[in-house]
């Protein structure tokens, strides 16, 4: 149990479909983040909230939508995604953004068909 | 862009031995990470270190953080069954918003 849940698991779905994935810390942390792992690449950083805020955000196509609502929570609303986007979703949290130690949920896998 | 390079991808050892994983990079970092995961899991903090020199150990685990800043060491002893996985080290330069960069990570098997 590594504080920070994730879900679902495992998403499959259409490239017209709408989709949102979940992550939840139980750690008092400020910090939230999206990274995409894909195989043989290391991790991407997709966004970065600092106290609900959203403070990066890498050049990540518009199709992918975070969410930030409160520090606890955070949300990647997906639309029109391609095959290319299907990787493991790993949401992490730190208790702050300068914060090195980050905290890993355990990952969502999609799969765009 | 900065980059750590971990190599080999694959590391195949036999079940008792010691295993030794490198991490380097062009550029001087002041914190680095060493994360192993698990298949179909996210990846877990194994250790931290923070200054140049510094020895940590985690169980069978001892990671050292380089002089030169440029480089960490992970070493695993009398490796079992379920170290398998795959080893990411990652770094952090200065600045209270800079970012982790990762490794491409080493995937390790032990042979029973």
């Known amino acids: 149990e590594t504080g920070v849940t994730q879900t679902p698991r495992h998403l499959v779905m259409g490239m017209t479909n709408k989709k949102s994935l979940k992550c939840e810390q139980h750690l008092g942390h400020n910090a939230m983040y999206w990274y995409k792992q894909s195989a043989k690449k290391p991790l991407e950083l997709m966004f970065v909230y600092s106290l609900e805020e959203r403070v990066e955000n890498n050049s990540v196509p518009s199709r992918f939508s975070p969410e930030c609502p409160n520090s606890s929570h955070l949300f990647l609303h997906l639309h029109t995604l391609q095959p290319e986007d299907s990787a493991l979703y790993l949401c992490?949290?730190?208790?702050?953004?300068?914060?090195?130690?980050?905290?890993f949920g355990q990952g969502t896998r999609l799969t765009v068909v | 862009g900065q980059q750590l390079n971990q190599s080999p991808q694959s590391m195949f050892i036999q079940e008792g031995e010691d295993v030794s994983m490198n991490c380097t990079s062009s550029s001087i970092f002041n914190t680095w990470l060493w994360y192993k995961q698990d298949p179909g899991e996210g990846p877990v903090l194994l250790i931290a270190l923070y200054k140049a020199g510094e020895l940590t150990s985690n169980g069978r685990l001892t990671a050292q953080f380089g002089i030169t800043r440029k480089d960490s060491f992970l070493n695993i002893s009398a490796s079992i069954p379920s170290d398998v996985g795959i080893y990411f080290c990652?770094?952090?330069?200065?600045?209270?918003?800079?970012?982790?960069?990762f490794g491409k990570g080493i995937t390790l098997s032990v042979r029973p």
């Open positions: 990652a770094g952090r330069r200065t600045g209270a918003n800079s970012k982790l960069t």
């Open positions: 992490a949290s730190s208790q702050d953004q300068g914060n090195t130690e980050a905290f």
